[in-house]
């Protein structure tokens, strides 16, 4: 009952979980332009670490997500570390599908830009608000925007 509760409660977009899931991936919602790309509804995964793998990104595209964001990835992980572009990989069926990079040394950031084009990403999103802890300390996420002049 706890689990039929929580699933019928409303979200932001004012659809319930069944709702969306009544739709079989046909919602409906404004659309909004990114740059030169357009989503078909403003129904978007929000990127995050550990959650926003491939196999999860392909479902919510099936139930009706306008946009899909991988996880968020590490500029510095892209660079010393090649199984860091596993979490970039896109099937054609989760398209659109946004690659979020996240790190504060410019050098890094653009060096790695290279390998996230490889992957053909339908966006590349810089992580510029993640207020964790952990990223905040190295100087990654919301602390860029202490020092924009970097």
């Given amino acids: 009952m706890v689990a039929n509760r929580k699933a019928s409660q409303k979200h932001n977009t004012g659809l319930s979980v069944l709702d969306i899931i009544k739709t079989k991936g046909k919602i409906k919602g404004e659309t ?3 740059g ?3 989503t078909e509804n403003n129904v978007f995964l929000a990127p995050m670490a550990g959650v926003t793998d491939l196999p999860f990104r392909k479902i919510c595209r099936r139930y009706g997500a306008g946009l899909v964001y991988s996880e968020m990835v590490s500029a510095k992980g892209l ?3 090649d199984k860091t572009a596993d979490l970039m990989r896109i099937d ?8 979020q990079i996240f790190g504060s ?3 890094i950031m653009a060096e790695v830009i290279p390998k996230v084009m490889a ?3 339908d966006i590349i999103d810089i992580n510029m608000g993640c207020p ?3 990223i ?3 100087g990654d996420g919301s602390a860029l925007l202490k020092t924009p002049e970097k």
């Fill in 36 to 38: 030169n790309f357009e």
């Fill in 105 to 107: 040394d410019a050098d």
């Fill in 132 to 134: 964790t802890p952990k």
């Fill in 136 to 138: 905040v300390n190295n």
């Fill in 119 to 121: 992957v053909k990403p």
């Fill in 92 to 99: 054609d069926e989760e398209r659109p599908c946004a690659i």
């Fill in 79 to 81: 660079y010393y570390n």
């Fill in 32 to 34: 909004m332009k990114i």
